[in-house]
């Protein structure tokens, strides 16, 4: 009933098991940099004013280190 009131969208997506491990070692292997995509980085610890900044406007992608 969410679905209908709120008037939201579903959208699914497919993960192809034949590409997913060559993805991990393309990441892995450092080729592809990744950390300027993080505006914000939290330890573990931090974790509710991570997502307190997360659901600001003032964050594009929030990263919390174990």
């Not at 292997?29 to 995509?37: A, E, I, N, Q």
């Not at 991570?50 to 594009?60: K, L, T």
Request: glycine letters at 4%; proline letters at 6%; charged letters at 20%.
């Amino acid at each position: 009933m969410d679905v209908f009131k709120k008037e939201l969208n579903i959208y699914g997506s497919f993960i192809n098991p034949d590409t997913q491990q060559r993805a991990v070692d393309l990441i892995n292997s450092g080729k592809l940099v990744f950390s300027p995509m993080f505006t914000h980085r939290f330890p573990l610890d931090q974790v509710e004013q991570a997502i307190r900044i997360q659901a600001g406007n003032e964050s594009i992608k929030v990263f919390v280190m174990p």
